[in-house]
């Protein structure tokens, strides 16, 4: 993977938002994961429905999103909440060309 090159901007909320609910529409409905997310810290009581419903709902950046030049992509912090209400934090990178996210991590805040 190069390290240098063009670095296109990264997506506002509401471009992430239409991006994510577009996946998760007309995406594939599994595959979506890291295996990281899906079954490491299974401890964190975290489900993919618990991450289904937090970037279903109304969400918002916990921080600025961060460009990853290793795998040039932009990762992104998505503050929410898992189907309890208990606070939840989704790590995503998106591949804005195919119109696709992978879920990094998640965790209870």
Same mark, same amino acid.
């Given at each position: 993977?190069?390290?240098?090159?063009?670095?296109?901007?990264? /997506?506002?909320? %509401?471009? =992430?938002?239409? =991006?994510?609910?577009?996946? =998760?529409?007309? %995406?594939?409905?599994?595959?979506?994961?890291?295996?990281?997310?899906?079954?490491? #810290? /299974?401890?964190?009581?975290?489900? #993919?429905?618990?991450? +289904? #419903?937090? /970037?279903?709902?109304? *969400?918002?950046? $916990?921080?600025?999103? @961060?460009?990853?030049?290793?795998? *040039?992509? *932009?990762?992104?912090?998505?503050?929410?909440?898992? +189907? $309890?209400?208990?606070?939840?934090? +989704? @790590?995503?990178? @998106?591949?804005?060309?195919?119109?696709?996210?992978? @879920? +990094?991590?998640? *965790?209870?805040?």
């Amino acid at each position: 993977m190069s390290t240098t090159g063009y670095i296109p901007p990264c /997506l506002n909320e %509401g471009e =992430l938002r239409a =991006l994510v609910v577009d996946a =998760l529409e007309n %995406g594939p409905n599994e595959g979506n994961d890291t295996f990281h997310a899906r079954f490491d #810290h /299974l401890e964190r009581n975290l489900s #993919h429905d618990d991450v +289904i #419903h937090g /970037l279903e709902r109304t *969400w918002n950046f $916990d921080r600025p999103p @961060v460009f990853n030049k290793t795998e *040039w992509q *932009w990762k992104y912090y998505i503050a929410t909440e898992s +189907i $309890d209400g208990d606070g939840l934090l +989704i @790590v995503i990178a @998106v591949d804005t060309s195919n119109r696709s996210f992978e @879920v +990094i991590t998640r *965790w209870r805040e």
